[in-house]
Nanobody, 115 residues
Framework: QLQLAESGGGLVQPGGSLRLSCAAS????????MGWYRQAPGKERELVAS???????TYANSAKGRFTISRDNAKKTVDLQMNSMKPEDTAVYYC?????????WGQGTQVTVSS
């Protein structure tokens, strides 16, 4: 089982940066595909970025060139560095870990981009 806890959310101005962190507890962290999702009010949850244990990454078009996902398998953490943020990035951001039929979510952290 994997337990996930996000941190780092908050209020940021347009054009600013924010770094989200997800700390995992449990075994075999490196085998999990880790991802960051977000859900804005009235919208479905969507994938922002994901990273395999090998370090291979995938990004949503909205995140390409602005966001960077990284992980540290030894520390069992996965981070999302967000730059050049826009008001449309406002959402609750969730950390996710999945492997085979296992699928785990964090409790989410609010990110608000506003002046």
């Amino acid at each position: 089982q994997l337990q996930l806890a996000e941190s780092g959310g908050g209020l940021v101005q347009p054009g600013g940066s924010l770094r989200l962190s997800c700390a995992a507890s449990g075994s075999f962290f490196s085998i999990y595909l880790m991802g960051w999702y977000r859900q804005a009010p009235g919208k479905e949850r969507e994938l922002v970025a994901s990273i395999l244990g090998s370090g291979k990454t995938t990004y949503a078009n909205s995140a390409k060139g602005r966001f960077t996902i990284s992980r540290d398998n030894a520390k069992k953490t996965v981070d999302l560095q967000m730059n050049s943020m826009k008001p449309e990035d406002t959402a609750v951001y969730y950390c996710n870990g999945r492997y085979d039929s296992r699928n785990y979510w964090g409790q989410g952290t609010q990110v608000t981009v506003s002046s």
